[in-house]
């Protein structure tokens, strides 16, 4: 990893500041008559990282679509921010959006931009100067290693420099949430790899709140069992076998939560379906 | 599929389709508003389309002259061929074969692009971002499309006449005549009507092309579903409409 830039912090808070950054109580939602999840609560505090895991199909994906307002859920209540997102009107929910960066499962760049048009493309549209974007998204695209692809357009890159490039777009006006959809799926061990440290380290580094859904548990135990050292620019296993006080993890079944804990609850759960989805 | 289930999906398609329309509608009066993608538009819409309305209004005038000339030569009336091709050019034939060769091009280039957007969650990730896509992506495509069309269909009446024109002083009729006939023979309702079916025509091609698009499911297969979708749905709403708008002339003008 190269050496860590400072990436500017955002200059406005959003919401009741004491009030959790995420928040889920009895959310339900079905698509086509089909329950898809059901009666899910959970909320993450400032500077937690909640790892979402579960096999495909389970819901995973909606859950962060319905954290960001991109879709209503049909029952329960959801706030960002302690607003209550489903009270907002179109344009408010717009603007909350601004203060969550959101990192799509394929990436969903935009295939006709840049990658430079397509990491600045938030600030393009809050109509910030020029000097500014270019400092910022060079900032952005070191963080991910991916200053020299600047000029290319995505259907140029890898997977993993796609990944990469919508990590940059989503951190560039440094967001109080993030949120990851399965931001490994589909890459090779050596790729995952380094994308889990560029979320370990927006972890660590800048102490941000995040849900991050995957279906590897490989990825929940090294987020769990690994922090960032910023010394050495590179992540690096926790002293005595420990685990990151603020990173929790919760599995999905069939829509609904099964668990909820650290990994060392996890590993310690006696409930078969957590067996069996460990084993 | 039940016919209670199939009902129940045109009703919504048509609700969708209703809301999108108003909104998109309404935020003409919203800030921001996208300028660059309204002249980005326009261009692609507009003048993208200069070649292919020159060639149909041309050649579609040409050939109503043709028939015409040849048919009222036979009552001795050939003179009036001018008065025919510029009435049926500019209240008729001009809107609606603009409305067609625009749609055919414009509603499925809406529909591919915005569906395409959609399939690969690049819409979710404009809303992601803090973007209304319906801003960014649908207003802009409704305004140029009502703009352009208006100026196309007048490219296409003037070519239209001009191509009537050509092809009638081949078959012996005088040009003044002819022009001073073509002239002559049109009122300001023929002119209103053919001035105002191509705004609801332009509104008919984006709406349906960007509803289409941005409703897309189902991958590659659904984008290409989408985009026939636009084309056949716009069409028909053109001709549609292009039929309601000339009756309601004739109530309104008696003509």
Same mark, same amino acid.
């Given at each position: 990893?190269?050496?860590?830039?400072?990436?500017?912090?955002?200059?406005?808070?959003?919401?009741?500041?004491?009030?959790?950054?995420?928040?889920?109580?009895?959310?339900?939602?079905?698509?086509?008559?089909?329950?898809?999840?059901?009666?899910?609560?959970?909320?993450?505090?400032?500077?937690?990282?909640?790892?979402?895991?579960? $096999?495909?199909?389970?819901?995973?994906?909606?859950?962060?679509?319905?954290?960001?307002?991109?879709?209503? $859920?049909?029952?329960?209540?959801?706030?960002?921010?302690?607003?209550?997102?489903?009270?907002?009107?179109?344009?408010?929910?717009?603007?909350?959006?601004?203060?969550?960066?959101?990192?799509?499962?394929?990436?969903?760049?935009?295939?006709?931009?840049?990658?430079?048009?397509?990491?600045?493309?938030?600030?393009?549209?809050?109509?910030?100067?020029?000097?500014?974007?270019?400092?910022?998204?060079?900032?952005?695209?070191?963080?991910?290693?991916?200053?020299?692809?600047?000029?290319?357009?995505?259907?140029?890159?890898?997977?993993?420099?796609?990944?990469?490039?919508?990590?940059?777009?989503?951190?560039?006006?440094?967001?109080?949430?993030?949120?990851?959809?399965?931001?490994?799926?589909?890459?090779?061990?050596?790729?995952?790899?380094?994308?889990?440290?560029?979320?370990?380290?927006?972890?660590?580094?800048?102490?941000?709140?995040?849900?991050?859904?995957?279906?590897?548990?490989?990825?929940?135990?090294?987020?769990?069992?690994?922090?960032?050292?910023?010394?050495?620019?590179?992540?690096?296993?926790?002293?005595?076998?420990?685990?990151?006080?603020?990173?929790?993890?919760?599995?999905?079944?069939?829509?609904?939560?099964?668990?909820?804990?650290?990994?060392?609850?996890?590993?310690?759960?006696?409930? $078969?379906?957590?067996?069996?989805?460990?084993? | 599929?039940?016919?209670?289930?199939?009902?129940?999906?045109?009703?919504?398609?048509?609700?969708?389709?209703?809301?999108?329309?108003?909104?998109?509608?309404?935020?003409?009066?919203?800030?921001?508003?996208?300028?660059?993608?309204?002249?980005?538009?326009?261009?692609?819409?507009?003048?993208?389309?200069?070649?292919?309305?020159?060639?149909?209004?041309?050649?579609?005038?040409?050939?109503?002259?043709?028939?015409?000339?040849?048919?009222?030569?036979?009552?001795?009336?050939?003179?009036?061929?001018?008065?025919?091709?510029?009435?049926?050019?500019?209240?008729?034939?001009?809107?609606?074969?603009?409305?067609?060769?625009?749609?055919?091009?414009?509603?499925?280039?809406?529909?591919?692009?915005?569906?395409?957007?959609?399939?690969?969650?690049?819409?979710?990730?404009?809303?992601?971002?803090?973007?209304?896509?319906?801003?960014?992506?649908?207003?802009?495509?409704?305004?140029?499309?009502?703009?352009?069309?208006?100026?196309?269909?007048?490219?296409?009446?003037?070519?239209?006449?001009?191509?009537?024109?050509?092809?009638?002083?081949?078959?012996?009729?005088?040009?003044?005549?002819?022009?001073?006939?073509?002239?002559?023979?049109?009122?300001?309702?023929?002119?209103?009507?053919?001035?105002?079916?191509?705004?609801?025509?332009?509104?008919?091609?984006?709406?349906?092309?960007?509803?289409?698009?941005?409703?897309?499911?189902?991958?590659?297969?659904?984008?290409?579903?989408?985009?026939?979708?636009?084309?056949?749905?716009?069409?028909?709403?053109?001709?549609?409409?292009?039929?309601?708008?000339?009756?309601?002339?004739?109530?309104?003008?008696?003509?």
């Amino acid at each position: 990893m190269s050496t860590t830039e400072t990436i500017p912090s955002p200059d406005q808070t959003i919401g009741d500041p004491n009030a959790p950054v995420v928040s889920f109580e009895h959310v339900s939602i079905g698509f086509d008559g089909h329950s898809v999840l059901v009666n899910i609560s959970f909320q993450a505090r400032s500077g937690e990282m909640v790892i979402i895991l579960g $096999p495909a199909g389970c819901g995973k994906s909606v859950l962060l679509k319905l954290a960001n307002g991109l879709i209503q $859920p049909d029952a329960g209540r959801i706030q960002l921010f302690g607003l209550d997102i489903n009270n907002l009107s179109q344009e408010a929910l717009f603007d909350l959006r601004s203060h969550v960066g959101m990192v799509f499962q394929e990436s969903a760049l935009f295939d006709s931009l840049s990658v430079r048009d397509n990491v600045s493309y938030r600030m393009l549209e809050q109509g910030d100067n020029e000097e500014d974007i270019n400092r910022r998204v060079l900032e952005c695209l070191r963080f991910v290693e991916l200053e020299h692809a600047i000029e290319k357009f995505p259907d140029e890159l890898s997977g993993g420099m796609r990944r990469r490039v919508a990590i940059a777009r989503a951190i560039i006006t440094q967001p109080q949430l993030f949120l990851y959809d399965s931001p490994t799926g589909g890459l090779d061990p050596i790729t995952s790899a380094t994308i889990i440290e560029l979320v370990m380290k927006q972890r660590d580094v800048y102490e941000s709140t995040a849900l991050l859904v995957t279906h590897r548990l490989q990825d929940a135990f090294t987020l769990a069992t690994h922090r960032f050292n910023l010394k050495e620019n590179r992540m690096e296993r926790i002293e005595n076998d420990g685990v990151d006080p603020n990173t929790t993890i919760m599995v999905l079944k069939d829509g609904r939560i099964a668990f909820t804990g650290s990994l060392v609850d996890l590993l310690r759960s006696k409930d $078969p379906y957590i067996q069996e989805y460990l084993a | 599929m039940e016919i209670g289930e199939f009902l129940r999906e045109k009703v919504l398609a048509v609700q969708e389709y209703s809301l999108l329309s108003w909104t998109a509608i309404t935020n003409v009066f919203r800030r921001p508003f996208y300028w660059v993608d309204l002249y980005t538009q326009a261009d692609l819409i507009g003048v993208g389309s200069v070649p292919i309305v020159i060639l149909t209004g041309f050649f579609t005038g040409g050939v109503l002259a043709l028939n015409s000339a040849t048919t009222l030569a036979q009552f001795g009336a050939k003179a009036v061929t001018g008065q025919l091709v510029s009435l049926s050019m500019v209240k008729e034939l001009g809107p609606v074969l603009t409305g067609l060769m625009v749609s055919g091009r414009n509603a499925s280039g809406m529909a591919s692009e915005l569906g395409s957007m959609q399939v690969t969650e690049q819409i979710d990730a404009m809303r992601a971002l803090g973007t209304d896509p319906l801003k960014k992506l649908v207003t802009p495509r409704i305004i140029s499309t009502v703009v352009m069309l208006v100026f196309l269909t007048i490219i296409s009446d003037a070519l239209g006449v001009a191509g009537g024109g050509w092809i009638s002083s081949g078959l012996g009729i005088n040009a003044s005549q002819y022009f001073h006939m073509a002239y002559q023979t049109l009122e300001y309702p023929d002119v209103l009507e053919g001035l105002v079916k191509p705004l609801i025509f332009g509104f008919i091609i984006a709406s349906v092309g960007c509803s289409f698009g941005m409703t897309t499911r189902g991958g590659t297969q659904g984008v290409g579903r989408s985009t026939t979708q636009a084309v056949v749905v716009s069409s028909v709403l053109i001709i549609f409409s292009d039929f309601l708008i000339s009756r309601l002339t004739i109530s309104i003008f008696g003509r």
